[in-house]
Nanobody
């Protein structure tokens, strides 16, 4: 069973950067595609970025060129580097394993 824990959220001004981390327990982490979702108040949860077990990545159009997803299978960790943040990026960000496991979420707030 994989367990996930996010960290790194916070308050930042527009144009700033944050780096989210997801620490995973369980030896199957390296086998799982992983993703970052976000959910803003009143909106549906959306997939922001995902990374396959071998490192192939994909992003939603709204974050392309600004966000970078990465993983370190040796350390059972995944990261989301977020640059040039915009107020519309404000949301709770969730780490997700495609073995259907969610983290608890971390709040990202971008002030204008």
């Amino acid at each position: 069973q994989v367990q996930l824990a996010e960290s790194g959220g916070g308050l930042v001004q527009a144009g700033g950067s944050l780096r989210l981390s997801c620490a995973a327990s369980g030896s199957i982490f390296r086998l799982s595609a992983m993703g970052w979702y976000r959910q803003a108040p009143g909106k549906q949860r959306e997939l922001v970025a995902f990374i396959t077990s071998n490192g192939t990545t994909n992003y939603v159009d709204s974050v392309k060129g600004r966000f970078t997803i990465s993983r370190d299978n040796a350390k059972n960790t995944m990261h989301l580097q977020m640059n040039s943040l915009k107020p519309e990026d404000s949301a709770v960000y969730y780490c997700y394993s495609f073995f259907k496991v969610w983290g608890q979420g971390t709040q990202v707030t971008v002030s204008s």
